[in-house]
């Protein structure tokens, strides 16, 4: 193992031991609630960033995948009582399967017009699902919690550390794309798509394959949210503001390495849980929107460009 | 140190000591709640957190309960489902308050049922819709007059059946709410043998009414109900007006949203003639209770300021009666334990400026009070006609009757 | 209950939707059509013009019309201030400009609608007019009046906007600022000028659009994000930078919209409306009449 990935990795297990001994020691439950929605926002904008960032392909349609994941979840509830690694699990299954389609039917779109294409699609399935009656349709559907396991002693903490699983998982496998001959390639891809097939990258199974890994996390990281809010309804699931938000995030961040994304989620996914319980008001959005503004005019490269060249795309971590 | 100096300390000390004492006796009550108040829900929920706040002020002009003030602890959930949980987690646990009142709505409020009812937290709802149905929570009371679900079609449908109406159009917003309601309105008109001849949602972000009012037209109903949202209502009457139902249609409206609100009622004027629609509270000889006039004085000068609705009939007072029913059981139990408290609610009749309200089993008002209203005689561009009476004539229930209803919807349009 | 009146209405009345939903996306179809700049904020000015019109008619009892065409000077300044931050703060830096823009304008977005909160409330708003609320019979077919105005007022937009966009000299120059932006600058015109004047003029027809936003229905701080879909569906589907094709895309949409509402299941009209567009973009990702 080289170096890099021993920090990696000591990193990785000191966070699920801290998360973990968190879950044990702390009595209070807020901090796990909004805790929650912090790292459910790393998950889905490291996972966008992989075909956002790495790929170039912007992607409008997170909360597709985030709802899909959501009412995956829901329908396994419903139908099986099925335990919450299952709901995580078939998540992945079916965002990769959107992801596959999504790549599928874009093939030969690029920027803005994939964009579009992706929000087309989160308004096609959010009408499905409105008018799938099994699931709740329209009118929401309350979902109850089964008893925690051990050695939680309560569902939330233990979604906090499931979460926390995912965000490992998320960032393990980006940075191992980012790493990879597919972060090349799909960097490649990103700089001038026909230079890049002309060169011999396979740039049509990498597009593929980024849509497929994406959606597949951006759906698992929506799964557990069903059981969080124990509640589903269309319009909270599919909300446009996942989509506004993990970009936001990622490109506050900066998107040409899984710590940009990282950074953006923690950053602005704190300030909001902030904002919320002080200012509380509609400020909450405008602060959101200057945020944006002078970040992207201001820090064009996210947070990341900020901290010199270690962070610069291709380079190693 | 010299002994005076330590006197002097020692002094300083005690008086601090007596002062903190003396604080943490009266340590104010905190009512924790979050409500919209941006996004779809947040006009409502401005309001209806203006009528907390009234009677906020009041309580603690009066001495405030068992002697302590009361303080209003408030967070923005933002109109979403997804922003609750933590919000109340945070009322729970961080800011450790003494009492919860519900969101506005069905959607925020849906999330929290479980997890105030794990904590055997006493919670007011506040216009809800059967959030409380599948959960089951004995510590549940809605301060929404809605009664038994079915009790809100029934009262429209009724009122068509009796003018001679036999064949139902049911049109409701594809959302939430207005999907529950139209789910009642089939019940109710199956139990009536009502024939329902168009039964349509249309989707949330429908821009133009002209076409979906032709088909209802088409299927020449004699009661079109109608279980709409804000910016729709508004869209719908205009297009019922431009192309027309038909000349068969007794009656019409029902559970439209935001015909409630000032702001709409002046936009949309005469356009409301004729309509018949639910609404909770309106100012018919039949509607004021102890404390109601005084209440809406307070109201409509502190509503300009606080841009929110000017009228307020819809959800303020209804804010300030779950105030006064926590008054009531605070004050007559002198205790602020949740299950003394919630069986005090449970067992009494509670008086409000909203009038005396009764709760059944699971926690809604045992007996239905929605009203069923039809706009009468309104004119263009006027805000301050609604306040008088005769413009929302009650027709249902029974018992806050203030008129009858005119049929068919054509002539009671040019009424 | 399939009728042949039924479905002659729905065409009509489609058609007049689509009108007016060619009348919203005009703008887009410039700024974001010809010009390449990911204007997510399009609907939030859009939303913009339509409380300024509110404002002028209810204060100054002015028809709503005449009040968006005075606030279309107002929106070309505003058009030329946007496109001059967009072009120094991102497309001169080049490389990514259109994904750090689309945050941009989100971010814009997001602070117009507060903007308009603090100042209006979140209570939605509507004109009065002679025109609103009425209709036209033609035999049994009712046709409301303020779908009429706006039928008017997009097929006089598109029609004046192709009109100067092929026969003027300003007009041409911003077809070929969009085709070759190079050889544009060797012929010593300056792309940049251009652009922005093309922008203001985008920008500006929000003014008009805006009115007729208001006009059709009631407006509130948030509608702006229903038409973030639609507008770049229309454009999209159109084929960029076509003003012809924006409003065929549109009418298309405004028909398939109304025979699915009128006589389908209502509520899967936005699901009809995106697939039509996801079919277009994957059998001739250009779009419809595309360059």
Known sequence: MQRSSIVFWTGALLFLAVVFAMTQLLRNEYPFFA?????????????WTILGGYAGYVNFGTNAFFGVGVYTAVLLVQAYKAPLGVQIAAAAVVGSLLGLGVGLLTLRMRGIFFSIATIALAIVIETTVTNWRFVGGAAGIQLQRPPVTAPFDSYVKMLFFVQALLVVLAVAITRFIQNSRIGRGLHALRDDELAAECTGVPTLRLKLLACVISGALISAGGAPA?????????????????????????????????????????????????????ISSEINVLVLGVMLVVFVVAAPKGIIGLFGKSFRSGGRA | MNRRRVIGWAVAGIALGLMSVASAEEPPIKIGMSMPQTGGLAGGGKASLLGIEIWRDDINAKGGLLGRKVELVVYDDKSSASETPALYAKLLDVDKVDLLFAPYATVPTAPIMPLVKQRGMLLMGNFSFQVNSKVHHDMWFNNAPWGPADSWATGFLTLGQKAGGKTVAILSADQEFAQNIATTARDVAKKLNLQVVFDQAYP???????SIIRAVNAAKPDIVFVASYPPDSAGILRA??????????????????GLQFGAVMENMGSLLNGVVNFNTWLPEPSMYFDGTKAFFEKYSKRAVQAKVDPLGYYLAPYGYAMGQMIEEAVNATKSLDQKTLAKYLRENTH?????????????????????EAQFRGVKDKNMDQFRSAGKQVILFPDRLKTGDLITPFEDARNK | MFSIDLLRDAVVLGVLLGCFYAAVSIGLSISFGLLDVPHVAHPAFLVLASYGVYLLNDSYDIDPLLAGLLLTPLFFLLGLVTYRLYHETFEKRGSDAAVRGIAFFFGVAFIIEVLIILQ?????RSVTASYIGKAWRFGDLRIPIRQLVAFAVAIGLTVLLAAYLSKTFMGRAIRAVAQDEEGLRLMGANPVRIKQVAFGIATAVLGIAGALLIIVAPVEPTLDRVYIGRTFCVVVMAGLGSISGTLIASIILGVAESIVLTMFGASWAPAISFALLLGVLAVRPQGLLGR
């Open chain 1, 35 to 47: 805790g929650y929605v912090i790292l459910q926002f790393v998950v889905l904008s490291v996972a």
């Open chain 1, 226 to 278: 069903a059981m969080y809010v124990q509640y589903a309804n269309p319009d909270s699931a599919f909300n446009l503001n996942y989509s506004v938000s993990v970009l936001a995030m990622s490109l506050i961040g900066g998107t040409s390495h899984w710590i940009g994304p990282i950074l953006g989620a923690v950053l602005l996914g704190t300030t909001q849980q902030f904002l919320t319980v002080t």
């Open chain 2, 204 to 210: 949330p972000s429908t821009a133009e009414f002209s």
């Open chain 2, 240 to 257: 019922v007006n431009e192309i027309g139902v038909g000349d068969n249609v007794k009656i019409l409206g029902g559970a439209m949203v």
């Open chain 2, 351 to 371: 008086k409000t400026i909203v009038g005396p309200i009764t709760f059944a089993e699971d926690g809604e008002w045992k007996e239905s009070a929605t009203l």
């Open chain 3, 120 to 124: 209006f409330g979140v209570d939605q």
